[in-house]
Nanobody, 123 residues
Framework: VQLQASGGGLVQTGDSLRLSCAAS????????MGWFRQAPGEEREFVAA????????SYADSVKARFTISRDNSNNMLYLQMNSLKPEDTAVYYC?????????????????WGQGTLVTVSS
C-alpha cells in the first residue's frame, strides 16, 4: 500500500488549502483513513479521520468547523479541506490508513503512512 500526500504550501492566515492523498496498492472498502500533523519539535497529532465505507468522521477540537475530511471511493483519494488557516496549523501533514473500520484518533492504530506535505501559515 502506498499513500501519496500533496497540496501543501505557504499561505497566509485566513486562507484555504486542500490536501490530497492518493492511495494505491489496494482498494479500501471499510478502513479508517486519517490526517495527522507534526509541527517542529512536537509529537504527531490527530487532525481528522473518516471511515472509508460509511463516511463516519472524527475531528480534533482545534480544527472542527474549519477542516473537512472527505474521500472519493471511485478514485481511491482522500482529501482534507482546510479553511480559515491559522499560524498554529503550520506542520507537516500526513495521511494514513488503518486496518480497522473506525475513524481512530490514535497514531498507533494506523498501519500505512504517506510521506507528508508541509503546510506553512504565515501571520
Amino acid at each position: 500500500v502506498q499513500l501519496q500526500a500533496s497540496g501543501g504550501g505557504l499561505v497566509q492566515t485566513g486562507d484555504s488549502l486542500r490536501l490530497s492523498c492518493a492511495a494505491s496498492g489496494r482498494r479500501f472498502s471499510n478502513n479508517g483513513m486519517g490526517w495527522f500533523r507534526q509541527a517542529p519539535g512536537e509529537e504527531r497529532e490527530f487532525v481528522a479521520a473518516i471511515t472509508w465505507g460509511n463516511g463516519r468522521t472524527s475531528y480534533a477540537d482545534s480544527v472542527k468547523a474549519r477542516f473537512t475530511i472527505s474521500r472519493d471511493n471511485s478514485n481511491n483519494m482522500l482529501y482534507l479541506q482546510m479553511n480559515s488557516l491559522k499560524p498554529e496549523d503550520t506542520a507537516v501533514y500526513y495521511c494514513a490508513a488503518s486496518r480497522g473500520a473506525i475513524p481512530s484518533r490514535q497514531v498507533s492504530d494506523y498501519t500505512y503512512w504517506g510521506q507528508g506535505t508541509l503546510v506553512t501559515v504565515s501571520s
